[in-house]
């Protein structure tokens, strides 16, 4: 019933912008906390920002700074807006639901219920 279905991919000069979009269909975003997740090559799959249902925000120390996640006026997508992108930010990135509110984001890919289909981004410099 819950479809998470992620779009904005794709190969970006370093030091260039791409955004995410994560439309989230079953759900109202106020209703569940929501993150990003990635995983590089060789690499464990590793947190990179986190939407709960009121809006707060949390963000990997690798990202703070250059990436944003909001949701849109209809609250049914998901954002993450990354600038100044890095070879090191090359890999396939995925948009998941806590599928229930909590007060904080939670970095643990353990605690989220559903995925989207995953999506890369690749950097080049």
């Known amino acids: 019933q819950v479809r998470l279905v992620e779009s904005g991919g794709g190969l970006v000069q370093a030091g260039g912008s791409l955004r995410l979009s994560c439309v989230v269909s079953g759900r109202d975003l106020t209703a569940v906390n929501m993150a990003w997740f990635r995983q590089a090559p060789g690499k464990e799959r590793e947190f990179v920002a986190g939407?709960?249902?009121?809006?707060?925000?949390r963000y990997a120390d690798s990202v703070n700074g250059r990436f944003t996640i909001s949701r849109d006026k209809a609250r049914k997508t998901v954002l993450l807006q990354m600038n100044s992108l890095k070879d090191e930010d090359t890999a396939v990135y995925s948009c998941?639901?806590?599928?229930?509110?909590?007060?904080?984001?939670?970095?643990?890919?353990?605690?989220?219920?559903?995925w989207g289909q995953g999506n890369q981004v690749t950097v080049s410099s």
């Open positions: 939407l709960t249902w009121r809006a707060s925000t």
């Open positions: 998941t639901t806590k599928d229930v509110r909590a007060v904080s984001i939670s970095m643990d890919q353990t605690e989220y219920v559903y």
